[in-house]
């Protein structure tokens, strides 16, 4: 699930880019790097999910989508509902896995005895 969110959101920051330029009037560079580069770490994180440190990585792309509504006011928004899909897939995730582990050790158990 956080795989999915951080793709969706890789789109939206990467289609603030020129809402920054022709909107917001960021200059251009700033613009791209903020805008694409962040769609491009979002791309990447979710393909580093395997890891612990992907997951780190992914909270701070979290807290750089918030960040770009110093230069896009709209993305303190589309941030932080993104921040809160990421929040809710996270920990979805983190309690499916804790119980599919439980549950593996329970059938675990019943075969050995």
Known sequence: MCAAVLTLEAIAV???????????????????????????????????????????????????????????????????VFALLWATAYGLGRKIETERAAAFAEYDRRQES
Do not use: K, N, W
């Open 14 to 80: 990467g289609l603030s880019t020129p809402v920054m330029i022709t909107i917001s009037d960021v200059d251009l560079v700033p613009a791209l790097v903020a805008g694409l580069g962040l769609a491009l770490l979002c791309v990447l994180v979710a393909g580093m999910l395997r890891t612990e440190r992907g997951y780190v990585v992914g909270h701070l792309a979290q807290v750089g989508a918030v960040a770009l509504g110093f230069l896009a006011p709209l993305m303190f928004f589309v941030g932080a």
